[in-house]
């Protein structure tokens, strides 16, 4: 019997200015990771000047979590890297974060505005 599981991204921005350009990103995340994603919200995030946080979710349904491990690694390489992974052995879950520093690599130019990321996987 396979299981839903929920794929959760946020993703926060810098240097943008206008609702727009957040938008805009977020259909090019969208195009790039799968059409089945949902952008959730996009929001103002007043903790840091000048940026926004976009949400998506994606729901899959897989028994493997080794599988959905492994997709969710894959996903977030599409957009930027590299990506600290925290492991849960217990709750057999991983969750990826981002932080944008003189190391990053991004996978499309407009993906430098990309500031903080985090994915998270829930039953």
């Known amino acids: 019997m396979s299981k839903l599981q929920n794929i959760y991204l946020t993703i926060v921005t810098e240097n943008q200015t206008e609702k727009i350009k957040a938008e805009k990103l977020s259909e090019l995340i969208k195009s790039e990771l799968g059409d089945d994603w949902k952008i959730l919200t996009i929001d ?4 840091f000047e000048n940026s ?17 491990n492994h997709l969710a ?26 932080n944008k520093n ?9 993906f430098n505005v990309i500031k903080w990321g985090h994915l998270q996987i829930t039953k």
Do not use: A, G, M
Request: avoid cysteine.
């Open 44 to 47: 103002k995030f007043d903790k």
């Open 52 to 68: 926004y946080k976009i949400d998506f979710e994606k729901t899959v349904n897989e028994n493997h979590q080794d599988r959905i």
């Open 73 to 98: 690694i894959s996903l977030t390489d599409k957009l930027v890297s590299p990506w600290l992974l925290y492991f849960d052995k217990l709750e057999n879950s991983i969750e990826l974060i981002y």
């Open 102 to 110: 003189e190391n990053t690599r991004n996978r499309k130019i407009e």
